[in-house]
């Protein structure tokens, strides 16, 4: 074995902290609660439930590893300089085999009744990507601020973050009922009915969409609405529809994006603050 290669080997063991397997299986646990909480929390208080979920995983374990469980945090604590960039690849591949744990899990449950479809992957609609990226960037903002007070105990953090991501779910819901109105006023007005019985998406895609992400492993297992639920207000949808996965470019591109932007905007403003000072 060289001395180049060696050198190397320590090199990367120097970057990677002694408890990495610690911040794999915590981001991985931490991860799959959230999203379970994501998935079976009511429409009206989700953002509530959510919000509530995330105070108690960071508090759990955020001593291990930050308790990220969101791979647009990841990014946006990266873009700020305060993870190293070869821990980045462990945490996403843990936020994500979280996510997959929980869809496995409720797939298991429901006897397959939950099997995804990633057609809709692909799919790009600026209107989606404008609200997960401001949702994202007002969630980050305020992780950002909780984790820069270090006056503030542990709990005061957990509860300070859970509040941001609630804050943020509000914001990105309000955003996106008004787009969801434009875009249905717009049908009536132009008096446009779905295009066809046999058309497998007969709306614009904003109609299925319910609310924001925020987080692109959550997103894996969050699914958009079906026909029967726009149709009819259901909460279920009819047997044999397709349950199209959140999945998707706008919203990974949006997420990192407002993470990078919420993060490093409030660097922004507390450097300026502090030369003001």
Known sequence: ESAATKSKRAKLGSTLPSNLINIVIAEIIGTFILTLTALFASDVLSSMYVGFALMLIVTAIGGISGAHVNPAVTFGLWSMRKLKTALVPFYWGAQFLGAMAAVVLIGSITN?????????????????????????????????????????????????????????????????????????????????????????????????????????????????????????????????????SRFSLEVIVATLIGAALGGNLFLLINYRNKEEE
């Open 112 to 244: 397959n009744g939950f099997a995804l479809s990633f057609n809709q992957f692909t799919a790009f609609s600026w209107s989606v990507f404008a609200v997960e990226l401001i949702g994202v960037a007002v969630f980050m903002f305020g992780v950002a601020a909780a984790l820069n007070r270090k006056e503030i105990s542990t709990t005061g953090k957990a509860f300070g973050i859970g509040l941001a991501l609630m804050i943020g779910l509000v914001v990105s819901g309000s955003i996106t009922s008004f787009v969801r109105a434009s875009v249905i006023a717009k049908i009536q007005d132009n008096q446009v009915t779905a295009q066809s019985e046999n058309s497998e998406r007969p709306y614009p895609r904003e109609i299925y969409i319910s609310g924001a992400t925020l987080n692109p492993a959550v997103a894996l297992a969050v699914t958009e609405k079906t026909d029967t639920q726009v149709r009819s207000n259901s909460p279920f949808p009819a047997k044999n529809e397709k349950n199209y």
